[in-house]
């Protein structure tokens, strides 16, 4: 029986050059210059002669363009990489434009990863690259690119602070968006404008951006990474809520998709996660959690500091949840999330300690209880009329005497909440019969 032959698959020569590159890469020596490599890559990329291959032609060079970033990345060469872009522009000519906002993106995402570059530098040289590829866009009349960069740029202005500008964009382009019904941008967007009304503490528009995002997520497929981060935005505005217990649930979400993803993100989010639990009462099941199988890859001085906190808590010792946090202050106080809800469990701490100190007096010297609990004296009677003004403690503070008068907690008087109950009836009563009488005179 005769068997056909097919014949072998025909390689394009700008493939095999591409091969030589990457042996050059593989071959070089940490030291080494990159020169010859990053050379290889630019010629595979400016090439533009025609033939039928073009599909093989195009793979390779977007393959190109992205060994070459890469090495830029490596190597620290922040400039060559953010000028990458605007050499491209002939060869995104050719390209659908689906597959050219992809190129942009990963290319703009790729400067956050230059070693030489601190966060700050890394995030402005972003910002300029959207800012630059958004111009192009317009002229080129590329919208669909042009939304997507425009909304990785109010991404990149919330991560700078830069809460109002980027409030502004997400406004306009949500105007935009909602015409086409770009499901998949619409998620993004909504996601960043949680972000955004969550850092001007607008705490209900928060909400309702992320139950937006929420919604729509549920009518298509997001990525894994978008839908944790929808979770992770849930567990942060339920903490807000001192909803503990729903945002460790949120949290567990979150961290079981990120630990796969992304290192840095994951770590985050399993220490929201540990708060969480040491905020909702259970400091004890802390140490748990980190040994478990997920956690291990973590262990490190950020689970250290999370141990600490949790130990502090579990014993009610104000002195070492405050040695804690001062010892561990770049892992604990540096995250404004884990400041502010460290914040909450430090005050809770002190109520509690207080009203443990005070209970067995009448009349207490100020300056003794700040002895006992061992704070600054002014401290504790600022705290202590902040208690007084929250109906949390009963009493007065003498201040000509220095001390706290403390009074027993007052009764609710039965007679009292019956008799407005049986003079709210006979208002009712007495409305009654005014309605009839009008009637009858009617």
């Known amino acids: 029986m005769d068997v056909e032959m097919s014949e072998p698959e025909q390689v394009h020569p700008l493939q095999t050059q591409f091969e030589d590159a990457e042996d050059i890469v593989s071959t070089m020596l940490s030291n080494a210059s990159p ?22 032609v195009q793979r390779v060079k977007e393959h190109s363009i992205y060994k070459l970033a890469q090495l830029y990345i490596q190597f620290g060469r922040e400039k060559e990489l953010a000028t990458l872009l605007q050499s491209l522009r002939p060869f995104f000519a050719t390209l659908a434009r689906a597959k050219t906002g992809k190129i942009v993106r990963t290319v703009i995402d790729m400067v956050a990863k230059v070693k030489v570059l601190d966060a700050e530098k890394a995030l402005q040289l ?14 080129e009349k590329h919208a669909f690119l042009r939304q997507r960069v425009e909304a990785r740029l109010a991404s990149i202005y ?19 968006i909602k015409k086409l019904d770009d499901k998949q941008l619409l998620v993004e967007i909504h996601l960043v404008e949680s972000k ?3 850092a ?7 909400k309702a951006a992320l139950t937006a995002a929420r919604s729509i997520s549920n009518t298509i497929y997001v990525v894994p990474r978008t839908q944790a981060q929808i979770d992770q935005m849930s567990g942060i505005l339920h903490a807000e809520e001192s909803d503990y217990k729903t945002a460790y649930s949120y949290f567990f979400e979150a961290f079981e998709a990120l630990a796969t993803l992304d290192e840095a993100e994951g770590l985050k989010c399993l220490k929201y996660m540990l708060l969480a639990k040491i905020a909702s009462g259970g400091a004890s099941e802390v140490a748990l959690i980190i040994n478990s199988k997920q956690a ?36 604990l106080v540096e995250d404004g999330l884990i400041k502010k809800h460290l914040g909450k469990l430090y005050e809770q701490l002190l109520e509690s300690n207080l009203i443990k100190i005070i209970q067995p007096f009448s009349c207490v010297e100020i300056a003794h209880v700040a002895k006992l609990i061992k704070l600054p004296l002014l401290q504790i009677e600022l705290k202590l009329s902040q208690m007084i003004l929250d109906h949390k403690l009963h009493g007065i503070l003498d201040q000509g005497k220095g001390q706290l008068i403390v009074y027993d907690s007052p009764t609710e008087d ?16 007495v409305d009654n019969l005014f309605q009839h009488a009008d009637k009858l005179h009617v």
């Open 126 to 139: 972003q910002a300029e690259l959207c800012l630059d590829s958004i111009e192009w866009c317009k002229q």
């Open 35 to 56: 020169d010859a490599a990053i050379q290889s890559f630019q010629t595979i990329i400016s090439y533009d002669g025609e033939d039928a291959m073009l599909e093989q």
């Open 296 to 331: 291990m890859k973590y262990i490190g001085i950020d689970l250290e500091a999370m141990q600490a906190v949790a130990r502090a808590h579990e014993q009610r010792s104000l002195e070492q949840f405050e040695a804690a946090t001062k010892k561990y202050a770049p892992q």
């Open 196 to 198: 955004l009304h969550h």
């Open 414 to 429: 039965k007679t009292y909440t019956s008799g407005l109950g049986v003079i709210e009836n006979v208002g009712n009563i």
């Open 158 to 176: 919330f991560q700078q602070d830069k809460f109002q500008p980027a409030l502004d964009l997400i406004t306009e382009l949500l105007r935009e």
């Open 200 to 206: 001007l503490r607008n705490v209900p528009k928060a």
